[in-house]
Each structure stands twice: as C-alpha cells, then as structure tokens.
C-alpha cells in the first residue's frame, strides 16, 4: 500500500511569491488533514478534509492560505502571498473512515523557506 | 486554546540507560496518541490511548495515560542507537474532534 505522498519535498521561494503544496493520501481514506511545523515549535493542525468538504479550517493562519480538495482524492495548500513566518515543514496525512481518533498517517512534508 | 506541554525537550541518554518523556494537557483529553519521527523522516503512530488510567506496552516501550486524562508519559528501557528520534504525543480534545493537538517533542539522542 503506497503510503502518504507529498509534492514539493523543498521549496525556497522569495517573500511575496505564491506557492502551492500537494499532498496524495492513501488511497481510499476520506479524511485528510495538514499540518504546519515552524522551527523550534510543535507541529500545529491547520485544517482537516472529509472527502472534498472542509470540515475544519480553524487552524489556518489567515485568508493567504487556500486548501482544496477537489473530487475528494488530492490536495491542494495554497500560500499567496508567502511571508517570512510561513517558513516551516507542512505536513499532510489522512486516516480512513468516520471515526476521529482513527490513526493519521502522515506525508514526508514539504520544507518551505520563504526568504 | 487547547495546550500540551512535553518535557524535556532534548534528552541524550548512554545505550543501554532507560528514557521518559512526559506531556501534560490544560485540558481533559479524549485520547492520546504517540508519535516517533526518525531523523530526516516523518511522524509515524506509535500507539492510542483512550482509557483514564491506560497502561500498553510494546516490546520496551510503555505508555501510560493518566488517571485525569491529562497528562501521559513514555518510558523506553534500556535504550538502543535504534529509538534515537523525536517522540511526539498529542491528542483529541472535545468528543468527537478530529483536530490533533501536539507536544512539542522530545529529542531522543542515544551514545553507543
């Protein structure tokens, strides 16, 4: 079973340029999640897909963050424009079914640098 | 919000020395869970716990869940260069969420 993938593994990009993360979940599992880890601190939830519906977006920083999910299979996290504090490594992962604390597989990350 | 403290945040240890690492909520959790992330890797699940009170074992390593349900802890005896990552908890606060709250980690560091 292929596992979580995620597309860039790096990115360096200048303050003010857009950028636009992928992630491929494990096949068949609804729910999907990404998650933000800025240097030094702990890795911070940012917003939760059950197929392609936002279920949970509280944990986005503001409106330059854009995540999509469409026809419920890949995702999508837009950063436009990027600022110097969105550095950090974004993680994706999902889990299967209906339950919450169903266990969440995550994605390898992408490293962000926003110089 | 939701907090959870992990401590320490870095622990070097001999091989062969036992390792705890500790995380408190400010809030009754639903569950934790424990995550290790290898260098260079990603975090990978360890393990659940629901039940106040829950103690699981796997091979060295023992979990254990308060009896408040706010705090756990992680204990790995007699280390090996093998478990050298950073350990993670985190858990589900309110019934029925899905939003994951982490620990900041616990640098694990093993000197043969």
């Known amino acids: 079973e292929a596992g979580v993938t995620q597309f860039p593994s790096h990115s360096v990009i200048e303050k003010g340029q857009t950028v636009t993360l992928r992630c491929d979940p494990i096949s068949g599992h609804d729910n999907l999640y990404w998650y933000r880890r800025v240097m030094g601190k702990e890795i911070k939830f940012l917003l939760h897909f059950v197929k392609e519906s936002k279920q949970d977006e509280s944990g986005m920083p503001n409106n330059r963050f854009l995540a999509e999910r469409t026809g419920g299979t890949y995702s999508t996290l837009k950063v436009q424009p990027a600022e110097l504090e969105d550095s950090g490594v974004y993680f994706c992962?999902?889990?299967?079914?209906?339950?919450?604390?169903?266990?969440?597989?995550f994605g390898p990350g992408t490293r962000l640098t926003v110089l | 919000g939701q907090q959870v403290m992990q401590i320490p945040q870095y622990q070097h240890v001999q091989e062969g020395e036992d390792f705890t690492t500790y995380c408190n909520s400010s809030?009754?959790?639903?569950?934790i869970q424990w995550y290790k992330q290898r260098p260079g890797g990603h975090p990978v699940f360890l393990i659940q716990l629901v039940k106040s009170g829950e103690v699981k074992k796997q091979k060295r390593l023992t979990f254990q869940f308060g009896e408040a349900k706010k705090n756990s802890s992680l204990h790995i005896t007699a280390t090996q260069t093998t478990d050298v990552g950073t350990y993670f908890c985190a858990g589900h606060s309110g019934a029925g969420s899905y939003q994951l709250t982490f620990g900041k980690g616990t640098k694990l560091s093993v000197i043969p």
């Open positions: 809030t009754t959790l639903s569950n």
């Open positions: 992962a999902s889990s299967h079914g209906t339950a919450p604390y169903n266990e969440q597989f």
